[in-house]
């Protein structure tokens, strides 16, 4: 008999996820507090935004060949970015480097997905109307869910660098990407053995 580990759920942030319309904070793109957010002020800013699509609706398009996003600001402390997704859209498994997170599902629905060793990986609807965040130490992947799916994110400190992940054989490789790049899975790369001697 095989017995898998219990989940424990407070590794897979968006099993903790709140609803948008419950999620309040001081932070609006409006009021800025001129420095890093923690994750609670990212939830409120990204919540806050999700709630007022006259900022954001016409930025809206979608490809299955290419995941559409735009930059709705970007300073010193924060980078707000809006995502459009489709259920081909795929991120590939990544880091945020050294920033934390949080997104704002505001149309349709993403399924996070948490690596799992041993066992296959952890998925996670999350539907429009929740947010859920975490800090720079999470790796995970987002794909859509539903077609024609959009949600905000923000990061603090804003991204410069991401990870981006391959499992190859078992062996976990990181890659370190620009904040700019789209992420998409990386293909994985056959390893060739390698004695030691």
Same mark, same amino acid.
């Given at each position: 008999?095989?017995?898998?580990?219990?989940?424990?759920?407070?590794?897979?942030?968006?099993?903790?996820?709140?609803?948008?319309?419950?999620?309040?904070?001081?932070?609006?793109?409006?009021?800025?507090?001129g420095r890093d957010l923690d994750q609670a002020e990212l939830?409120?800013?990204?919540?806050?935004?999700?709630?007022?699509?006259?900022?954001?609706?016409?930025?809206?398009?979608?490809? !299955?060949?290419?995941?559409h996003y735009v930059s709705l600001h970007r300073d010193a402390h924060v980078d707000i970015w809006l995502l459009c997704w489709t259920p081909e859209n795929d991120t590939g498994w990544? !880091?945020?480097?050294?920033?934390?997170?949080?997104?704002?599902?505001?149309?349709?629905?993403?399924?996070?997905?948490?690596?799992?060793?041993?066992q296959p990986s952890v998925e996670t609807e999350v539907a429009a109307g929740y947010v859920f965040g975490f800090g720079p130490d999470h790796i995970h992947?987002?794909?859509?869910?539903?077609?024609?799916?959009?949600s905000i994110h923000a990061y603090s400190p804003p991204l410069w660098r991401m990870g981006q992940y391959a499992v190859t054989g078992g062996v976990l490789r990181r890659v370190s990407v620009?904040?700019?790049?789209?992420?998409?899975?990386? !293909?994985?790369?056959?390893?060739?053995p390698t004695t030691l001697v």
């Amino acid at each position: 008999m095989i017995v898998e580990p219990p989940l424990v759920e407070e590794a897979v942030p968006a099993r903790r996820a709140s609803r948008v319309r419950e999620v309040h904070g001081d932070c609006t793109l409006e009021r800025l507090p001129g420095r890093d957010l923690d994750q609670a002020e990212l939830r409120g800013l990204v919540a806050d935004l999700a709630r007022r699509p006259e900022l954001w609706q016409h930025h809206v398009a979608f490809s !299955d060949d290419k995941r559409h996003y735009v930059s709705l600001h970007r300073d010193a402390h924060v980078d707000i970015w809006l995502l459009c997704w489709t259920p081909e859209n795929d991120t590939g498994w990544h !880091d945020h480097d050294i920033s934390s997170f949080a997104v704002a599902v505001a149309r349709g629905a993403l399924v996070e997905h948490n690596l799992a060793v041993g066992q296959p990986s952890v998925e996670t609807e999350v539907a429009a109307g929740y947010v859920f965040g975490f800090g720079p130490d999470h790796i995970h992947r987002l794909t859509g869910r539903a077609r024609n799916s959009v949600s905000i994110h923000a990061y603090s400190p804003p991204l410069w660098r991401m990870g981006q992940y391959a499992v190859t054989g078992g062996v976990l490789r990181r890659v370190s990407v620009s904040y700019a790049d789209e992420l998409r899975p990386i !293909d994985e790369v056959e390893v060739s053995p390698t004695t030691l001697v």
